[in-house]
């Protein structure tokens, strides 16, 4: 199975900006989710595949999160600028086999919280 750590979460102000890394022990195609207390997880931002360009965002973020990756690597990143209040929730790197499988590997998740 493919195992993924997150890092880069913390404490920031709104209007700032945060990196978040996710390093995973093989090669997938990954992506983010998160989930704030008390309501579903959902889907931020996504990337389909090592080589390819594709990348997928939920509206809520296009324009302030970008997802890239590093193949060599085997490390995706999410840079979060303009940061809001409602961005606040535990972030997950996900992972999957292919682009036509549910996503099925977790990371433990990385705190992001913006105060205002």
């Known amino acids: 199975q493919v195992q993924l750590v997150e890092s880069g979460g913390g404490l920031v102000q709104a209007g700032g900006s945060l990196r978040l890394s996710c390093a995973a022990s093989?090669?997938?195609?990954m992506g983010w989710f998160r989930q704030a207390p008390g309501k579903e997880r959902e889907f931020v931002a996504g990337?389909?595949?090592?080589?390819?360009?594709?990348?997928y965002y939920a509206d809520s973020v296009k324009g302030r999160f970008t997802i890239s990756r590093d193949d060599a690597k085997n490390t995706v990143y999410l840079q979060m600028n303009s940061l809001k209040p409602e961005d606040t929730a535990l972030y997950y790197c996900?992972?999957?086999?292919?682009?036509?499988?549910?996503?099925?590997?977790w990371g433990q998740g990385t705190q992001v919280t913006v105060s205002s």
């Open positions: 093989g090669r997938a195609f």
């Open positions: 990337i389909t595949s090592w080589s390819g360009d594709s990348t």
């Open positions: 996900a992972a999957r086999p292919n682009t036509f499988s549910a996503y099925r590997y």
